[in-house]
């Protein structure tokens, strides 16, 4: 017995030294999963720990190529794509609407120098209006096809989005948003079998009436599907981003053709307030742009359409109604439409900061709920149209086609 036991102590101690290790390994091991998910180009991290970051990247790049190269074996193609791209860095990155592209424009314009002639020190000050309407002349754009020699010796980017929230996305930009109301607002509307209801502010186009219009009557650069704008069959992108991991995504590619400094600092609470500034300052151009939009709204009324597009997306909280005497009295007397512009700004990043108690998670939950909300509300035909004319994006880039949520059946 006593030899036993004392041969049993050290055998018990190195026991028990492998399993403080392993718990500590696995301890440091989790933190390892975990931390890079929260990486952010600005987190002030070592070297090891943007390797470790990089690797993982790396490896989440190589799984999704190597899906889309499969998936293009039995035959899908689709379009050409339009290039954006900087010969310096060796980067091209295919343009597609709705998933991030005033992110990359923004970049591409700075690296060009195409700043509106402001002396600025980030892409991110310059303006989403300028980028969408203005410059861009000075930036190299081609075809695919054109340059298909050049393009293949580049890193090439193609980021793409879940068509379930690229298409509702559009329906708040555009239709929430009085952005496309004269337009395709109109033809919506004229459509209306109710004639009393055909008008010509469409202030109301519901969720479902677009995506009748969208699936059945209009293709639009904005709605169509990424791989009939960009085909990953055709482009052959060795960097897939996807719109739902955007900052991770797009701070490796940076990294890799050596621009990081680019995105110095731009976490993700700037990329929110970001995202209010951008967007209220853009629909107010488009609303001084567009005079028969006056005959619509006050400046205080496109305040309101602002305010219901960021409850919507999560920037302001659900629970505050909109303070429409607050934004009246601040903005419906001015003339200048610019200054309205910069007191929404003001006003809306206070409500924002008021809203950020809750976190991410909360917001994307949030966000998730009123998109399955309003999809529920769509006919069983509709749903499956999109299905349908979707199904090289849900196979190519390994989206849910039927995600359980909309698909749920009505109790
Ligand atoms: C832009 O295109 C021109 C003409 O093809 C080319 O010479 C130049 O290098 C390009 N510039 C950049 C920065 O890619
Ligand atoms: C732009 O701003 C930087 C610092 O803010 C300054 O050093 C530089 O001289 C400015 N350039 C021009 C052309 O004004
Ligand atoms: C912040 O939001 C809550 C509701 O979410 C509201 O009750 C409160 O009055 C707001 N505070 C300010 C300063 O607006």
């Known amino acids: ?40 180009p600005s987190s002030k991290e070592t070297p090891e720990y943007i390797q470790m970051f990089q690797k993982q990247q790396e490896q989440v790049f190589a799984e999704r190529r190597a899906l889309y190269e499969k998936q293009c074996q039995k035959g899908f193609k689709g379009g050409a794509g339009e290039v954006y791209y900087y010969q310096p860095a060796k980067l091209a990155v295919c343009h597609v609407q709705k998933v991030g592209c005033t992110f990359w424009k923004r970049i591409f314009h700075f690296l060009y120098g195409d700043t509106n002639g402001k002396n600025i020190s980030s892409p991110f000050e310059i303006e989403r209006y300028y980028v969408h309407f203005v410059g861009g002349k000075k930036t190299n754009t081609s075809s695919y096809a054109a340059k298909k020699a050049l393009f293949d010796s580049f890193n090439k980017v193609l980021f793409v989005r879940d068509p379930w929230a690229r298409i509702w996305s559009v329906y708040i930009d555009k239709f929430v948003l009085p952005d496309s109301w004269l337009d395709y607002g109109r033809a919506i509307a004229n459509r209306r079998v109710d004639r009393s209801r055909r008008k010509s502010c469409p202030d109301d186009i519901g969720f479902v009436e677009y995506l009748d219009f969208a699936l059945n009557v209009k293709q639009d650069a904005h709605w169509k599907p990424v791989h009939q704008v960009c085909s990953p069959c055709v482009f052959r992108p060795q960097y897939l981003g996807k719109m739902e991991t955007f900052s991770k995504d797009s701070a490796h590619v940076l990294r890799e053709v050596g621009l990081e400094s680019l995105v110095q600092g731009h976490d993700h609470a700037h990329y929110a307030q970001d995202e209010v500034r951008m967007l209220t300052e853009y629909i107010f151009r488009v609303f001084e742009a567009r005079p028969p939009l006056r005959k619509c709204l006050t400046h205080a009324g496109v305040a309101e359409r602002l305010w219901m597009a960021f409850v919507l997306n999560g920037y302001i909280g659900d629970a505050q109604t909109f303070p429409k005497e607050e934004f ?64 090289g994006d849900f196979v190519l880039f390994d989206y849910e086609a039927r995600p359980a949520d909309i698909f749920q059946p009505d109790p």
């Open 1 to 40: 017995m006593r030899f036993l036991t004392s041969r049993c102590r050290p055998v018990t101690l190195i026991l028990a030294l492998i399993a403080v290790w392993m718990l500590l390994s696995v301890y440091y091991l989790e933190i390892g999963i975990k931390d890079p998910v929260k990486y952010s």
């Open 328 to 391: 009246t009295k601040a903005i419906d007397g001015m003339v200048n439409t610019r200054a309205a512009s910069q007191k929404v700004v003001e006003l809306m990043l206070k409500y924002h900061a008021n809203s950020t108690a809750r976190t991410s998670q909360q917001m994307k939950d949030y966000r998730r709920s009123v998109m399955v909300q309003h999809y529920r509300q769509a006919p069983r035909p509709l749903l499956e149209k999109i299905v349908k004319m979707y199904n």
